[in-house]
Every structure is written in C-alpha cells, then in structure tokens.
C-alpha cells in the first residue's frame, strides 16, 4: 500500500470520521453563534482595569472567532473554503458595523476587524491541520 495513495477504506473511513464531527458541530455552531452576537452587541459592560491590559478586547476578538471559524468549518465541512471565508469576515465586519450604529457604548473599530480576521484565520487552518492528521 503507498501512502501517497490511500485506500478506498482508508478514504471511508476518514470521511466517516469527519461526518461524525460534523454531526456534533452543526448543532453547537448555531448555539455558539447566536450567543457570540448577543455578545458582540450587547451594551458594553465597564470592566476593572485592574486584571486587564490595553488591547486585551483584540485577544478576546481573536479567540472567540477563532472558535467559531473551527466550528463553523467542522460543521459544514463540504463548503469551499472562499464561500466559508466570506460569510465569516463578513460577519466579522456586521457585527463592527452595527456596534457603531447601535450606539450601546460600543464603537466601530478596525482593529478587532483585524483581530477577527486573524483569528477566523486561525481557526480554519487549525481545522485543517487536525484534518490532515485523520
């Protein structure tokens, strides 16, 4: 057997596994969903400068899309990969856009656009990577 070559099993195989993950990760990904934007547009909560640095809502922004990018990818695994990237950075820009708008103490900023690009980034190419080694 080549390597280079898998297997009609070995391919089955692979593709059952990730059908079983995508199973798990179509019913969290609307549920992580809906609470991110509850989150992202919520009005803002002052918080004790105390424990936090400056920027630290830039490494929050990367996390949170980070994981929904892994989720979203896991959940819909048969999407092209440009399709999956425009409707998260789109997303990603909504969510800014409509912080400026709804005037809740939040603002329009372009670094955690960056962030969320970065972390959405992220989170597919993890997705991929743990892929590959399945």
Known sequence: MNPNNPSCCQLKNIKLHLDNYSKIFIRVLPIYWAFLTFMLLRPSVKVDPIFLFQGVDKVVHFGIFTVLSFCFMAALPRLRFSVSLVILLVYALLTE???????????????????????????IFIYRQMNKRK
């Open 97 to 123: 856009v409509f912080q400026g708008i709804m005037k809740n103490g939040r603002t329009f900023e372009l670094l955690d656009i960056v962030a969320d690009t970065a972390g959405i980034l992220t989170g």
